[in-house]
């Protein structure tokens, strides 16, 4: 009675659970090309436990069929209507960032050591400019699970928000150690390099991005600033056709600013609102637009977006990382 409910926990089968483990692993690498394999060994998971809630969400998160998305959604919420993992996805998907903050604060007082609890949450602090917070996490997560690629490429994106070039630069090495083709990670670590003012080794790591509109949208700020501006101009001409100016506004946005062309910024800028909200967490402290800070434009649009800081202060996270 002293200590309230205890948390409720379901026995599993051990094969069923070795099986989700082993396909929990292949997914926290993230290479896409063995999503199949993960796909199957949660399928045979889920032959021996067919009420498997976790093994569920993890196969409705790399499964690609939209049915079968829906149809193991609708699953687990038979199973589990306060299912924490399905209330966090669903917060990093809310434009509404007091919704996804209160969605969040729910999952995190349901199952607080949930790794996707914890994954996501993250992600909400820093679009709510909780970015020390949303550090601290995936701290955690990389101790608790050193394979995890996503966290580390996370970790690594928060450190350069934060100003912790030196962190980020290690954190984007461990990443590509794990992943060297995945989450674009060789242009993200090209960007924290630029940062660090290294464009000659930014570049070499632009020329290895396997994504062709993002290694072009690199080179386009590496080429600046080594002063060969016909280049850099000539992959501007790349990213700046009429298809990728639709589909793929912020990082024009985010080109544009950091070669200090305030005006076609805030042109994308306006644009990537229309096209991807959730694009715009974080603003306010995102390295790339440090040269628009003293613009007249720029307080306003933030506030515009609910990313003033004044804004951002009125909405905190309720997380307490385990010890």
Known sequence: ??????????????????????????AGLSNRSQYSAAAELLEAALAIEPDYVDAMILLRI????????????????????????????????????AMAVALLNEAAGTDPTNYMVLFNGARIAQRIGQLELAIEIYEFLVARDPLFF???????????????????????????ELNDRGG???????LALLINGEPERARVEFELEPGGEYREHGLALAFHDLGRFDESQAMFDMIMVEE???????????????????????????????????????????????????????????ESIGQAPDQLERLRLEIEIPD
């Not at 309230?4 to 094969?15: E, F, H």
């Not at 674009?184 to 090209?190: D, E, I, L, V």
């Not at 042109?267 to 007249?296: C, I, T």
Request: aromatic residues 12%.
């Open 1 to 26: 009675r002293l200590l309230g409910d205890l948390p409720r926990t379901k026995q599993v089968d051990l094969l069923a659970y070795e099986k989700y483990l082993q396909a929990r692993s292949i």
């Open 62 to 97: 790399i499964v690609n069929d939209p049915v079968r998305q829906a149809a193991l959604t609708q699953k687990v919420l038979e199973l589990d209507p306060q299912n924490a993992s399905l209330k966090a996805f669903a917060a990093v998907g809310q434009d509404d960032m």
């Open 150 to 176: 996503w966290a580390h490429l996370n970790l690594a994106d928060y450190y350069t928000h934060a100003g912790q070039i030196d962190n980020a630069l290690r954190s984007y090495e461990r990443a590509l």
């Open 184 to 190: 674009n990670a060789r242009w993200k670590y090209g």
């Open 244 to 302: 990728l100016a639709e589909i793929w506004p912020f990082g024009l946005a985010r080109a544009y600013a950091w070669i200090g062309d305030a005006d076609n910024t805030f042109h994308f800028l306006e644009k990537s609102v229309e096209q991807n909200f959730l694009l715009m967490g974080g603003l306010g402290r995102h390295p790339l637009f440090y040269k628009l800070h003293d613009d007249p434009r720029w307080m306003p649009f933030l």
